[in-house]
């Protein structure tokens, strides 16, 4: 196996895979996305809210790949119970990692598992199936009326 | 009796099967259902072209435009002959999907005409009661213009089912009935491989007064194929999946069907007088090729068209025919393997879908591709087909007269080790 495709398949993604966290809808979710990668079929639907505390709620529910549910899975881990500045940061920063070609040194303050996608920006038609639970919680996330500062992170 | 191929002697005449992939890995080719490799010849043909006989054709007093338009003539009689069809029975499009499109808007075209008093052949005027007939394993491009038909002028779509090995229901045929305006079917499937009995639909839709199509992307480019003999009025195939250039497909009609259609794209070269308030049109097939059409691509094509026959189709359709039974075994002897389509070697082409119990097809693309194999993975542009097996994608290998069985051992061989990699084996 390549050192390439070793590095798209780290260990924690296979983990978050076989094994996902917080997987299920949200309930009473303020806003919901549906969004599919209509080359392959992969589904995900993301709801999201934000409680009187000012905590962010994210729940999922999707079937496809390996990238694209793991990435659902390590979405929901990190950002279940953060704060909005935080879910802000980690959607900017985990964009940026996918359009680094590979090449960027993601900060787990930031990302937490989500790091373990760098890997993933080498192969362009694996990039999208990361990217849809977070472009599901960009869309949950307007429709939900979460504002998020752009100056911030 | 058709002579077994030579694959290593018909391999030089690919460059690109020599290339490496993905860090020194030999590329082992088996996505030829989406597209088609391409010989020397046919590169050699586009590029002679285009050194010594590059003008406008159908037009222009000098001798270039002469030899354009002889190389486009002679490249549709190449063709023509390859499918045993007249040449003037021919039509260029871009793609089969154009192809399928220009069929389709022959209808709506007519219909929307016909409400302001146009005198149109009344079998392209659709309404309200009509129906369509497609079945259930279409390519999205054999869909979506007949859902647009419908939407665009009230007729209802219906569809042939699949069974669970992947054959039409027979017992739907009959609903096609004097209410079906349009039966437009796939002679071969692209994603399960069924080789469908076109003859006996589009005998029924001829009993029934519809226009019947036939969408024959998969099936000429793999077998030898009298175009007449499948009993449409319209068939539409692409020149990319059968060794030639992409940019070009066809649409043969009978010439009743297409000296009664009406154009799809117009402008120029599609016309026979213009005036400020209306135009009157070219006959088939210039009235279909509006505008400069792809003269570099036809010559390719024609070019592809003579290697194959140099070749034999039938010996290639023996030769895939064989590889099929292979590739059917080598599948149905993996535990957690299974395949989607026709189990048996019998009229089936040679695209093998399966999925992997607990690998999603992505992933089994994904390390296929990392030992240099090259397959489509995915709902193979036929979405509704996925649905009906329950399935939200497969993987797919396809062959073609350069692949033999190493391809597959190859193709296998990654299987198991994805297998082994998810913890599945």
Redesign the interface.
Same mark, same amino acid.
């Given at each position: 196996?390549?050192s390439?495709?070793e590095s798209?398949?780290q260990e924690i993604i296979?983990d978050h895979y076989?094994h996902p966290r917080g997987k299920g809808a949200l309930e009473g979710a303020a806003g919901e996305s549906y969004q599919v990668n209509p080359? $392959?079929?992969?589904?995900v639907t993301v709801g999201v809210r934000v409680d009187d505390t000012g905590h962010v709620h994210v729940g999922y529910e999707g079937?496809? $790949?390996?990238?694209s549910q793991a990435s659902a899975s390590v979405m929901s881990e990190l950002l279940d119970g953060a704060s909005v500045s935080d879910m802000a940061r980690a959607e900017r920063a985990f964009v940026d990692l996918m359009h680094s070609k590979g090449s960027a040194e993601p900060d787990e303050e930031v990302l937490g598992d989500g790091v373990a996608f760098v890997g993933v920006a080498k192969?362009p038609a694996?990039i999208k $199936?990361a990217l849809l639970p977070w472009m599901a919680l960009q869309d949950a996330r307007y429709k939900a009326g979460i504002e998020i500062d752009k100056s911030e992170g | 009796m058709s002579a077994a191929l030579d694959v290593q002697r018909i391999r030089k005449d690919f460059p690109i099967l020599s290339r490496t992939v993905r860090d020194g890995r030999d590329l082992v080719y088996l996505d030829s259902a989406a597209t088609s490799q391409k010989p020397t010849a046919v590169l050699d043909a586009e590029r002679h072209y285009y050194e010594t006989s590059n003008a406008a054709v159908h037009r222009g007093a000098h001798q270039l435009a002469e030899e354009a338009t002889d190389a486009y003539e002679s490249a549709r009689a190449a063709i023509a002959g390859f499918v045993s069809a007249r040449s003037q029975d021919i039509v260029f499009t871009k793609n089969a999907t154009e192809g399928l499109n220009l069929a389709a808007y022959a209808f709506s075209n007519g219909t929307a005409k016909s409400q302001w008093g146009a005198h149109i052949d009344p079998r392209f005027v659709l309404g309200p009661g009509d129906t369509v007939v497609v079945t259930e394993m279409e390519h999205h491009a054999n869909l979506i213009p007949w859902q647009e038909l419908c939407a665009k002028t009230g007729a209802t779509l219906r569809w042939i089912g699949v069974d669970d090995d992947g054959r039409l229901r027979a017992e739907d045929f009959d609903i096609i009935d004097s209410t079906t305006k349009v039966v437009s079917v796939v002679h071969q499937s692209n994603i399960l491989g069924t080789i469908n009995p076109v003859r006996e639909v589009m005998d029924r839709a001829r009993e029934m007064g519809a226009v019947g199509i036939v969408d024959a992307c998969q099936s000429i480019p793999h077998m030898s194929v009298d175009i007449t003999s499948l009993g449409a009025d319209l068939v539409a195939w692409s020149g990319h999946k059968m060794l030639g250039p992409t940019g070009i497909g066809l649409l043969w009609g009978t010439a009743e069907i297409l000296d009664s259609m009406p154009p799809f794209l117009t402008g120029g070269s599609m016309i026979e007088t213009v005036h400020m308030e209306t135009s009157t049109f070219a006959p088939p097939p210039q009235r279909f090729e509006a505008g400069v059409p792809m003269v570099a691509q036809a010559v390719g094509l024609a070019a592809a068209v003579r290697y194959l026959e140099d070749v034999g189709m039938d010996s290639i359709a023996q030769h895939e025919h064989d590889l099929t039974g292979y590739m059917l075994e080598q599948l149905q002897a993996l535990p957690g393997v299974r395949i989607i389509g026709p189990q048996e070697n019998v009229s089936r082409g040679s695209a093998v879908s399966f999925v992997v119990e607990g690998v999603h097809p992505h992933d089994v693309g994904q390390l296929l591709d990392d030992r240099g194999v090259a397959v489509r993975v995915g709902h193979h542009c036929a979405w509704p087909t996925c649905r009906r097996f329950n399935v939200p994608a497969t993987t797919r290998l396809s062959t073609y007269l350069y692949n033999d069985t190493s391809d597959i051992d190859a193709a296998i061989e990654g299987i198991k080790s994805a297998q082994k990699f998810f913890g599945v084996s």
């Open positions: 196996m390549s390439n495709v798209l398949y296979l076989k080359t $392959c079929g992969d589904e079937q496809g $790949c390996s990238i192969y694996r $199936c | -």
